[in-house]
Nanobody, 124 residues
Framework: QVQLVESGGGLVQAGGSLRLSCAAS????????MGWFRQAPGKEREFVAA????????RYADSVKGRFTISRDNAKNTVYLQMNSLKPEDTAVYYC?????????????????WGQGNQVTVSS
């Protein structure tokens, strides 16, 4: 079992930056591929970024490619989402998720554990 706790969200102006962190409990963090998803009001949850368990492979949604960077520190049991050049349309609740195999997925249904969500609001 993995418990995920997110931090780092908040309010930022368009063009600004935020870094989300997701700390995982347990000693098997390095066994999990990790993903970030987001859900805006009235919309379905959507894929943002994902990373393999080693950190050697990453994948991004087209809407964030070149602006967001996912990374992980297995020694600290933490995955990060660095968000630059933020836009109002990035406003959403952001969730980190863990998948119990080595490779990532862009499908939320294929993740086994979820954080509580963290609000990110980008003002214009």
């Amino acid at each position: 079992q993995v418990q995920l706790v997110e931090s780092g969200g908040g309010l930022v102006q368009a063009g600004g930056s935020l870094r989300l962190s997701c700390a995982a409990s347990g000693r098997t963090f390095s066994s999990y591929a990790m993903g970030w998803f987001r859900q805006a009001p009235g919309k379905e949850r959507e894929f943002v970024a994902a990373i393999t368990r080693s950190g050697g492979g990453t994948r991004y949604a087209d809407s964030v490619k070149g602006r967001f960077t996912i990374s992980r520190d297995n020694a600290k049991n933490t995955v990060y989402l660095q968000m630059n050049s933020l836009k109002p349309e990035d406003t959403a609740v952001y969730y980190c998720a863990a998948r119990g195999i080595s490779y990532y997925s862009i499908n939320a249904d294929e993740y086994h554990y979820w954080g509580q969500g963290n609000q990110v609001t980008v003002s214009s």
